[in-house]
Antibody
Framework: QVQLQESGPGLVKPSETLSLTCTVS????????WSWIRQPPGKGLEWIGY???????KYNPSFNSRLTISVDPSKNQFSLKVTSVTAADTAVYYC???????????WGLGTLVTVSS | QSALTQPRSVSGSPGQSVTISCSGT?????????VSWYQQYPGKAPKLIIY???KRPSGVPDRFSGSKSGNTASLTISGLQAEDEVDYYC???????????FGGGTKLTVL
């Protein structure tokens, strides 16, 4: 059974960089799309971006080039960096396996990141 | 990327059926058979309940079904149970950027 676990700081200051890592267990990270999705408090889901094969990535254009998603197959991990964060980036961040890009079949538990000074 | 349009809330009585709609465009819902639906309990991660418009993952009850007509996808829940009273999100592949886009979510109330 594939399991995903997000890790990283729960508090980030405005204008700084948000960094999260997702560790995948129970299966290989190779051969799939690996995504980040976020959910601001009380709001809906927003797809952030994904990485796939050999570190290629695709991002939600609404983030205006603030994103970097990378993969480390040797550790079965992938990571998210969001630069120049503001309070609007406060959200629960989920990592997920994306089959496709068509649907998300495995999700992490989610981690709350708060942007505040 | 514009979000797909879902009703903010729907309701139904135990045992009845409810349908949640998800409206998009010919560049997403209408153009591809890649609509998925997720169920989310408070404080929990979303769970995949329908993929590729009408397929159910193993373990999802057949009370949950999906369909699509034109630019609108639908999730139907039959035999409503109290435990179904949570949030539901649709998602579709979007040809605009070769990525996916979510709906705004629908809260289901079981009366």
């Amino acid at each position: 059974q594939v399991q995903l676990q997000e890790s990283g700081p729960g508090l980030v200051k405005p204008s700084e960089t948000l960094s999260l890592t997702c560790t995948v267990s129970g299966g290989s990270i190779s051969g799939y799309y690996w995504s980040w999705i976020r959910q601001p408090p009380g709001k809906g889901l927003e797809w952030i971006g994904y990485t796939f094969d050999k570190g290629n990535a695709k991002y939600n254009p609404s983030f205006n080039s603030r994103l970097t998603i990378s993969v480390d197959p040797s550790k079965n991990q992938f990571s998210l960096k969001v630069t120049s964060v503001t309070a609007a980036d406060t959200a629960v961040y989920y990592c997920a396996r994306e089959y496709g890009p068509r649907y998300f079949d495995y999700w992490g538990l989610g981690t709350l990141v708060t942007v505040s000074s | 990327q514009s979000a797909l349009t879902q009703p903010r809330s729907v309701s139904g009585s135990p045992g009845q059926s409810v349908t949640i709609s998800c409206s998009g465009t010919s560049n997403d819902v209408g153009g591809y058979s890649y609509v998925s639906w997720y169920q989310q309990y408070p404080g929990k991660a979303p769970k995949l309940i329908i993929y590729d418009v009408n397929k159910r993952p193993s373990g999802v009850p057949d009370r949950f079904s999906g369909s699509k007509s034109g630019n609108t996808a639908s999730l139907t829940i039959s035999g409503l149970q109290a435990e179904d009273e949570v949030d539901y999100y649709c998602c579709s592949y979007s040809g605009d950027y070769a990525t996916v886009v979510f709906g705004g979510g629908t809260k289901l109330t079981v009366l």
